[in-house]
């Protein structure tokens, strides 16, 4: 796990940012590619299929924690980073 205090360059939370805006983004760079190999695909679909984890049923969705605020500053040790990683993977087995 990175670094409590870890963002990414447009300020989210490092895990956040790896684990849902990386992998939605990712997909929206092979829409393209998809787009034109389900066209010769033989049920004329294509598909990206993204895992998570069981510790989202740890999670508690905490919008404030996504950026640098006082209440992720007060995060510690292993705890803070379990929750910054099972947020990231409650939202990411949410919207996938």
Same mark, same amino acid.
């Given at each position: 796990?990175?670094?409590?205090?870890?963002?990414?360059?447009?300020?989210?939370?490092?895990?956040?940012? &790896?684990?849902?805006?990386?992998h939605?983004?990712?997909?929206?760079?092979?829409? /393209?590619?998809?787009?034109?190999?389900?066209?010769?695909?033989?049920?004329?679909?294509?598909?990206?299929?993204?895992?998570?984890?069981?510790?989202? +049923?740890?999670?508690? +969705?905490?919008?404030?924690?996504?950026?640098?605020? /006082?209440?992720?500053?007060?995060? &510690?040790?292993?705890?803070?980073?379990?929750?910054?990683?099972?947020?990231?993977?409650?939202?990411?087995?949410t919207?996938?």
């Open positions: 796990m990175p670094p409590l205090e870890a963002l990414t360059a447009d300020g989210y939370d490092l895990v956040f940012g &790896t684990n849902v805006v990386g939605f983004y990712f997909t929206k760079l092979l829409l /393209p590619l998809m787009i034109e190999s389900a066209k010769s695909s033989p049920d004329g679909k294509a598909r990206v299929v993204n895992t998570s984890s069981s510790n989202h +049923l740890n999670g508690k +969705l905490d919008f404030e924690l996504f950026r640098d605020c /006082p209440r992720r500053r007060k995060l &510690t040790g292993f705890s803070g980073s379990n929750e910054l990683y099972a947020q990231s993977k409650l939202v990411s087995s919207f996938h």
